[in-house]
């Protein structure tokens, strides 16, 4: 059995090659329709505002956990490719609302049925306690990661100095990654 350090470095590995695997999955998949035209970026957003079929830029921002001013160059791409259209709210002016086009439906639909697949099959590979558990594990993170957790966390520069090359730098890898020492 692996010791406590061992377990975390473990996990960690995993779910990082787990985000890896997944993007370029999603691409894979999009392909496989013909869908080559957008990134894993445009399609969240498509989704997202699939989900409703109509969403303000600050609701998809929010979700998104990113910037309006990083949406909107998203959606100015989105526009220009003819997935969404851009409008202003009739009582609020200042607010801006995004539709979905129906060039834009398949690739939500494929999206969806992307990740719903992934999930199947992953509970199909479960027993149903195991089910509940992944159910829980996942909430668990997500109350973690919207807190500060990694306030505290000290951060040792490692920047090379007095002029040596990064060829000269004899810290390894190895070292870089045991983050809990």
């Known amino acids: 059995m692996k010791d406590y350090d061992g377990l975390v470095k473990s996990i960690?590995?995993?779910?990082?090659e787990f985000q890896s695997k997944l993007q370029?999955?999603?691409r894979e998949y999009l392909r496989k329709y013909g869908i080559t035209d957008v990134t894993p970026?445009?399609?969240k957003v498509l989704y997202i505002i699939g989900l409703s079929n109509t969403k303000s830029m600050t609701e998809i921002a929010e979700e998104l956990k990113i910037t309006r001013g990083t949406?909107?160059?998203t959606i100015d791409s989105l526009v220009k490719k003819g997935y969404v259209i851009r409008t202003r709210h009739k009582q609020?002016?200042?607010v801006v609302i995004v539709y979905l086009t129906k060039k834009s439906l398949d690739i939500v639909r494929h999206y969806g049925k992307f990740y719903y697949a992934l999930l199947t099959s992953l509970m199909n590979e479960l027993s149903d306690d195991k089910k509940y558990v992944v159910e829980e594990i996942l909430?668990?993170?997500n109350k973690i990661i919207e807190t500060d957790f990694y306030e505290g966390i000290e951060y040792e520069n490692t920047e090379l100095n007095n002029g040596e090359s990064e060829n000269d730098n004899s810290m390894e890898i190895e070292d870089l990654l045991n983050f809990q020492e």
């Open 92 to 94: 609020d002016r200042r």
């Open 12 to 16: 960690g590995e995993s779910f990082f």
């Open 41 to 43: 970026t445009e399609v």
């Open 24 to 26: 370029f999955f999603e």
């Open 71 to 73: 949406l909107s160059i």
């Open 139 to 141: 909430e668990k993170l």
